[in-house]
């Protein structure tokens, strides 16, 4: 079946930091790839995507890349900060019957101190 | 700017009260989700809708109901609510099909407690 497997946090780092937050999945087709960020109090919005092999999402400096070979898409950003604490998920999306199935990953929650 | 919009944003049940949880958008997408999110754990997905009178079940469905008689509105009904049922729902919708298409636009979830 189709799965997604995503880093366990809580993950702290200080301000400017490099974050790397991990994400596999098992698929038995090509799925659409996506991360979301749900920041305090409020629902999930879209942070990145993409929607086949070797294709880069990016959005506020955040950076994923479609590995299919390594069924990966990590989320990466070269220097965090603060307004960055948040909960992020992985989140492979998968058609049934003409609508859109996303698999989330458990999030990870995310802490940046200044 | 309203988007989807989820009413109530709170609520405490005893166990075996009724509620429905209100969810509304006003994009005009015919696709609508309920995921409900328990602590430390990822969105399973209760019941979706492809459009106005169509609604199937997702991975959770026991103990909810839903109906879908307009394109904007997909209330969640629990029945005889159970302390499994404590969670923090999340209405969504999306304009498109299929699985390379991508955004779902989420309200802001309503956290229901059944004691």
């Known amino acids: 079946g189709n799965s997604v497997t995503q880093m366990e946090g809580p993950v702290t780092l200080s301000e400017e930091a490099f974050l790397t937050i991990n994400c596999t999945y098992t698929?038995?087709?090509?799925?659409?790839l996506f991360w979301y960020v749900q920041y305090p109090g409020e629902g999930l919005q879209l942070l990145l995507k993409?929607?086949?092999?070797?294709d880069k999402g990016s959005n506020k400096g955040f950076e994923a890349t479609y590995r299919k070979e390594t069924t990966s898409f990590h989320l990466e950003k070269g220097s965090v900060q603060v307004s960055d604490s948040a909960v992020y998920f992985c989140?492979?999306?998968?058609?049934?019957?003409?609508?859109?199935?996303?698999?989330f990953g458990q999030g990870t929650r995310l802490t940046i101190n200044p | 700017n309203a988007g989807v919009t989820q009413t109530p944003k709170f609520r405490i049940l005893k166990i075996g009260q009724s509620m429905t949880l209100q969810c509304t958008q006003d994009?005009?997408?015919?696709?609508m989700y309920w995921y409900r999110q328990d602590p430390g754990m990822g969105l399973k997905l209760i019941y979706y809708?492809?459009?106005?009178?169509?609604?199937d079940k997702g991975e959770v469905p026991n103990g909810y109901n839903v109906s879908r008689s307009t394109t904007e509105d997909f209330p969640l009904r629990l029945e005889l609510a159970a302390p499994s049922q404590t969670s923090v729902y999340f209405c969504?919708?999306?304009?498109?099909?299929?699985?390379?298409?991508?955004?779902?636009?989420f309200g802001e979830g309503s956290r229901l407690t059944v004691l």
């Open positions: 969504a919708s999306s304009l498109l099909a299929g699985g390379h298409t991508g955004e779902l636009f």
């Open positions: 698929a038995t087709g090509y799925p659409s």
């Open positions: 993409a929607t086949k092999a070797d």
């Open positions: 989140a492979p999306t998968f058609g049934i019957q003409g609508a859109q199935k996303l698999v």
């Open positions: 994009m005009n997408h015919n696709y």
């Open positions: 809708s492809v459009g106005a009178g169509i609604t």
